[in-house]
C-alpha cells in the first residue's frame, strides 16, 4: 500500500546549537490575493540531524517524518550547498574583483 508522497521543503539552516536538531527556515514568494504584490514568507522548522553535520548557512532538504519530540517533525534527507566559511564567519556574497564583501562598517570617531 502506497501512503502517498511526503512533504518536502528545502531552507537554510539558521541555528545548529542543538544536538542533532536543526532550524531551518524555508522562504517562500506568494502573491497577494488583491494586490497581486509578492510577499515573502519565512516558515521556521526544526529538523531531525542525526549526524551533526549540518551547519549555519547551509541549504538542506528536509522532509516530513513522524513525531520525534515535541516540536520536532522534520529530517535533513541531505545538504544541498555547503555554506562558505571564511575565519569563522559565513560570507555570502563575493565580489567581481575576487575580495569578500562584509557587511560590517567599522564606525570609529
Not at 18 to 37: A, G
Not at 65 to 75: E, I, M, N, Q
Not at 80 to 106: C, F, H, M, Q, Y
Request: proline content about 3%; charged content about 35%.
Amino acid at each position: 500500500m502506497e501512503r502517498g508522497k511526503a512533504k518536502t521543503r528545502v531552507g537554510i539552516v539558521t541555528s545548529d546549537k542543538m544536538n542533532k536538531t536543526v532550524v531551518v527556515d524555508v522562504t517562500q514568494l506568494k502573491r497577494h490575493s488583491n494586490y497581486m504584490k509578492p510577499i515573502k514568507t519565512t516558515s521556521r522548522f526544526k529538523a531531525h540531524d542525526e549526524k551533526n553535520e549540518c551547519r549555519i548557512g547551509d541549504k538542506v532538504f528536509i522532509i516530513a517524518t513522524r513525531p520525534l519530540s515535541k516540536t520536532k517533525r522534520w529530517r535533513v534527507s541531505k545538504i544541498l550547498e555547503r555554506a562558505t566559511i571564511v575565519e569563522g564567519e559565513i560570507v555570502d556574497e563575493v565580489s567581481e574583483k575576487g575580495g569578500i564583501e562584509s557587511d560590517s562598517t567599522n564606525h570609529s570617531p
